[in-house]
């Protein structure tokens, strides 16, 4: 794998350190620029693979702006919520990839590469559902809420939800009996 | 190519896009009507030939919406007879239609069989129940309105919301019978129903652009004027 470049964007000097330590402790992650907020961060942002970005930085009205400023300046990069405080789903649910408070280094590494190879970039290139997907669309397909899901598949549920989104944009579909549907044909789930 | 007007024939409107014939019978217009112009054929069988090329021209034409001054100016108790047509026809002709190839393809699907009969039937029904709460609320709200009947509450939202879900499943079902079916799966029934379903998702879109840029928009003009007064 390629050398990954990430920009933090982090208003507490604690987490940024934190979050140095951690991901300089693997050799293909490299921390090319920590900013306290969202502005003045272009140039860096042009040479990231991924943008861990802490949503305090931005207020709840111009995160889709905020967001979609970000996917212009760098199409490739994907964008990870570093999630510290509280945010209302509204603000969550602009996120595939969420980095909680509470996970350890390997689960935020994990994160990382898979936010990596879910960038813009390979998106249209994988389109087959990966194997967590597939155990949502089956816990969906079986009639499990999101809370019920994030309980047995202990991930959060801002994490199910951005899940959901992307077996909806993979497969082109979303309705439950739909999902039903594709699980029994591609064998996941008995009839 | 240019909008449709009152004086071109009809034979050519229909030339220019194929698809216009199914207005005929949502107008009532019968076929045989020779080489007679549009404004000819509209008033012989009592139609506003104004709503008559303002639909066809919505239908054939991406870019076009009328202006609001149009709008202002439509027969609205003929475009509900419209709309009511054009349910009738998604429900009894094209649903019914694509439910027997459906069958079909179902009985071949082994265990798939009833999980697929009854996302159909589910959707089929969410279709009747939109229509119809349609023509509960909807219409008996174009006729208190028009008579400058204030008290009637205005039910005019959600409805955008509706349009959305009903072409979305339609999709679904799609993806689910070219994508997702085993291929060995009467594959020609699949490629027919395909046809049928593409055809109908395109009309039920214009459908739905009818009612959310023509008829809504028409509603608050009136509602408007009637505060107003």
């Known amino acids: 794998m390629n050398k990954c470049n990430i920009v933090l964007i982090e208003p507490s000097h604690i987490i940024a350190e934190g979050m140095r330590r951690i991901l300089e402790s693997v050799n293909d992650l490299s921390i090319i620029h920590v900013s306290e907020r969202i502005t003045g961060i272009d140039v860096h942002v042009h040479k990231a693979d991924v943008i861990i970005l802490n949503p305090r930085v931005v207020t709840e009205g111009e995160m889709v702006s905020t967001l979609h400023n970000l996917r212009k300046m760098n199409e490739q ?4 919520a570093l999630h510290t405080h509280y945010e209302s789903t509204n603000v969550m649910k602009h996120f595939e990839h969420i980095i909680e408070l509470g996970n350890d280094t390997p689960s935020i590494i994990e994160k990382i590469r898979s936010a990596q190879t879910t960038g813009n970039e390979n998106k249209t290139e994988n389109d087959d559902l990966s194997i967590r997907e597939k155990e949502v669309l089956v816990a969906v397909a079986k009639g499990l809420t999101n809370k019920e899901i994030a309980e047995a598949l202990n991930i959060s549920i801002h994490t199910v939800i951005a899940h959901r989104k992307n077996i909806t944009s993979k497969i082109g579909i979303k309705s439950i009996p739909g999902l039903t549907l594709y699980a029994m044909t591609n064998g996941l789930l008995e009839p | 190519m240019a909008l449709f007007q009152r004086n071109q024939k009809l034979a050519d409107i229909l030339n220019d896009n194929p698809q216009l014939i199914l207005m005929l019978p949502r107008f009532d217009i019968g076929l045989g009507f ?4 549009a404004k000819e054929v509209c008033e012989e069988n009592h139609i506003s030939t104004d709503l008559f090329l303002m639909l066809c021209n919505v239908y054939t034409f991406d870019y076009y919406l009328p202006s609001e001054e149009e709008i202002r100016k439509i027969d609205s108790e003929a475009l509900m007879n419209y709309l009511k047509a054009s349910h009738d026809y998604y429900l009894t002709q094209r649903l019914t239609h694509i439910g027997h190839h459906l069958e079909k393809i179902a009985e071949q699907a082994g265990q798939i069989k009833p ?61 689910i019978l070219i994508k997702y079916l085993s291929p060995d799966i009467l594959p020609n029934e699949r490629i027919s129903v395909w046809f049928d379903i593409a055809q109908l998702s395109k009309d039920l879109a214009k459908h739905s652009i009818i009612e959310e840029k023509i008829l809504i928009p028409y509603l608050r003009i009136l509602e408007k004027e009637n505060s107003h007064e």
């Open chain 2, 115 to 175: 999980m697929l009969l009854k996302f159909f039937s589910d959707y089929k029904n969410e279709v009747k129940r939109h229509f119809s709460s349609e023509e509960k609320t909807i219409f008996p709200y174009i006729q208190s309105v028009t008579k400058q009947n204030n008290n009637a509450p205005s039910c005019l939202n959600n409805v955008e919301k509706s349009h959305v879900n009903i072409n979305n499943k339609l999709s679904e079902l799609t993806n």
């Open chain 1, 77 to 80: 990069a994907s964008v990870i």
């Open chain 2, 34 to 37: 020779g080489e007679k112009k």
